[in-house]
């Protein structure tokens, strides 16, 4: 974004000071990381209060700050625009800003996968295409706003994550993108806490379509019966489907895990021999998402081939990272529902890459009050793997130890409630080149510290 003062003012309808002349190339939250240029948003909380940075935002380069109307002592020498509420005027700006925009919008969500498919999109399109992604978990009602003035006018495709713990938050995102295409990656069960049901969280992430453009697209998960009841319930949208049933518009099978990636063959709208340079079969899923969207767009099948062979996804997505010692560490830790792990599982029962496999888990978080069955369920899955050992990590995943030592499991087995020390030395005394090792656990897990405990330990 690159905006005079003045039209910020206006868009927002707010009085101001020492406007004229000044030039806004972007906004932030956060006064530690200014870049010049930027418009400093002060938010006043139980516990800071933004405006005591303003000065040190406009020292360190920031070209202006909004400022609460109702906060004492607006500083006289610095440009302010005043406003009644920080996170209203965010997004305002956001919602002005994106009126403007030329570039197609490209929104993603669902319960697990966003952040892949994101990679995979900015991937794919950025073969051809001027490409902007959401960073981080700038995915909220405050990620998204910034996100969408962090864009450059010479945006072609805008690739926005959008999360959600509860009914109204997706609408509201998609309300204030207004996506071109959207995408649902696949209903899981995190936040069952807060929607109660799948499908209650079908519902909620279906919600995205309420800001898709009139002539937008839809792509979903149509191995998903959830979903294809509520898109069966809108006749007039344009929806195609990805997955595994004959019945998607676009099909994977034939996935092969090599060391170069996941090898698979695509057909329906999409024909021909895809390589990724991506482990698991769910990754191959969120891939055909990405490739309806390039398609969509006017990249051949060729072209996307292409692309996908050099697709980055952000880290601790099934990240392959090679030990000193020759194990092969699939590092998935950076969250975890039952859906996301069981596939993360399948790929460990199905690969060939290491002889020796051992899997590491943590506690799954916000799955409300069947949590423990959820921990449960995944011992079957388990028992069946032939895994050389099974550690497990966090207070629920006591509930699988208990089942998995009913049922007698040959693999090596280890419980810790809050010490990645036992595990780790586990590890240093089993793993060797023939060994594989997957890292899943949710966020609050941090199992990538089993990870970098064993890479700083290795002799």
């Known amino acids: 974004m690159k905006r005079k003062l003045t039209e910020l003012a206006n868009w927002l309808d707010a009085p101001g000071q020492n406007l004229e002349g000044i030039t806004v190339t972007g906004a ?5 990381n200014i870049r010049k240029g930027e418009l400093f948003i002060p938010f006043r909380g139980e516990h800071a209060n933004g405006h005591t940075y303003v000065r040190s935002a406009y020292e360190n380069g920031a070209s202006a700050s909004l400022w609460l109307a109702d906060e004492p002592d607006p500083p006289a020498d610095i440009p302010l ?4 509420n920080a996170e209203s005027a965010l997004q305002q700006l956001a919602r002005n800003y994106r009126e403007q925009l030329t570039c197609k919008v490209v929104g993603v969500t669902g319960s697990n996968g966003k952040t892949s498919t994101k990679d995979l999109l900015a991937s794919a399109l950025g073969a051809e295409f001027a490409v902007r992604k959401t960073e981080g978990n700038y995915n909220n009602e405050l990620g998204l706003p910034l996100t969408i003035l962090s864009l450059e006018e010479n945006t072609e495709v805008a690739v926005l994550e959008m999360g959600m713990s509860g009914f109204g938050e997706i609408s509201f995102l998609s309300k204030l993108a207004k996506p071109d295409i959207a995408i649902i990656t696949n209903i899981g069960e995190a936040h069952m806490q807060d929607l109660g049901s799948r499908e209650g969280i079908a519902k909620a992430k279906f919600e995205i379509i309420d800001g898709l453009s009139s002539t937008g697209a839809f792509y979903f998960d149509g191995d998903e019966p959830l979903l294809t009841g509520l898109v069966n319930d809108r006749p007039g949208l344009d929806a195609r489907s990805f997955g595994y049933g004959n019945k998607c518009d676009v099909i994977a099978n034939d996935i092969k895990v090599t060391e170069q990636g996941s090898q698979f063959t695509v057909s329906g709208q999409i024909e021909g021999q895809f390589t990724i340079p991506v482990y698991g ?5 969120n891939t055909l998402a990405a490739m309806l969207v390039a398609k969509k767009l006017g990249m051949t099948d060729e072209a996307i081939r292409s692309a996908l062979l050099n697709a980055v996804l952000t880290p601790m997505r099934m990240q392959p990272v090679t030990a000193k010692s020759g194990a092969l560490f699939i590092n998935d830790a950076y969250n975890a529902a039952p859906t996301s792990l069981r596939a993360a599982l399948t790929f460990i029962g199905q690969t060939e890459l290491r002889c020796d496999k051992w899997v590491v888990l943590g506690d799954m978080l916000e799955l409300g009050q069947d949590e423990q069955h959820f921990h449960e369920s995944v011992a079957d899955q388990l ?8 550690a497990l990590y966090g207070p629920r995943m006591h509930w699988l130890y208990d089942e998995l030592c009913k049922r007698n499991t040959t693999a090596e087995l280890i419980w810790t409630e809050n010490d990645y020390a036992p595990i780790i030395e586990k590890l240093l005394q089993s793993i060797d080149g023939q060994s594989i090792i997957l890292l899943k656990g949710s966020r609050g897990m941090a199992l990538e510290n089993v990870l970098k405990g064993v890479l700083e330990t290795e002799v």
Request: cysteine-free; charged content about 25%.
């Open 81 to 84: 625009i005043f406003v009644e």
């Open 28 to 32: 932030t939250i956060d006064s530690r």
């Open 383 to 390: 028992a069946n793997l032939q895994l050389k050992g099974i």
């Open 281 to 285: 079969e769910h990754q191959v899923k």
